[in-house]
């Protein structure tokens, strides 16, 4: 970008300069990190293998899932509360983190 090009912030309602909005946008995409904590307050992160905390019935499944069943190698979704995992015989799975513990 070209240092006379310019755009306008609306969180201000001033025109600043191209690269000063970028640089706050970077700064800005580091603050948007959800961070997801499981039932007892640790970090979950993608990879992260959990513990299930009580029995979970599974809809358009049939199947329950028991306490203590172990899912590996989650994924975060961009919500505070969901992860995306896989279980045998269930596609597309996602618990909410306050069922879960991590191992």
């Known amino acids: 970008m070209a240092d006379d090009e310019y755009?306008?912030?609306e969180a201000?309602?001033?025109w600043i300069s191209a690269a000063d909005a970028a640089a706050?946008?970077?700064a800005a995409s580091d603050d948007d990190a959800?961070?997801?904590?499981?039932?007892v307050g640790n970090v979950?992160?993608?990879?992260d293998?959990?513990?299930?905390?009580k029995d979970l019935t599974?809809?358009?499944?049939?199947q329950t899932l028991k306490r203590g069943t172990l899912i590996k190698s989650i994924r975060l979704t961009g919500d505070a509360q969901e992860i995306d995992c896989k279980f045998d015989g269930i596609k597309?799975?996602?618990?909410r983190a306050e069922f879960v513990r991590k191992r």
């Not at 979950?44 to 990879?47: A, K, N, Q, R, V």
């Not at 293998?49 to 905390?53: E, N």
């Not at 599974?58 to 049939?62: L, P």
């Open 12 to 14: 201000t309602g001033e």
């Open 34 to 39: 959800v961070v997801v904590r499981d039932s």
């Open 44 to 47: 979950l992160s993608d990879g």
């Open 58 to 62: 599974v809809k358009g499944a049939g």
């Open 7 to 9: 755009v306008y912030d």
């Open 92 to 95: 597309g799975l996602v618990l």
């Open 49 to 53: 293998q959990v513990t299930l905390i």
């Open 24 to 26: 706050k946008g970077a």
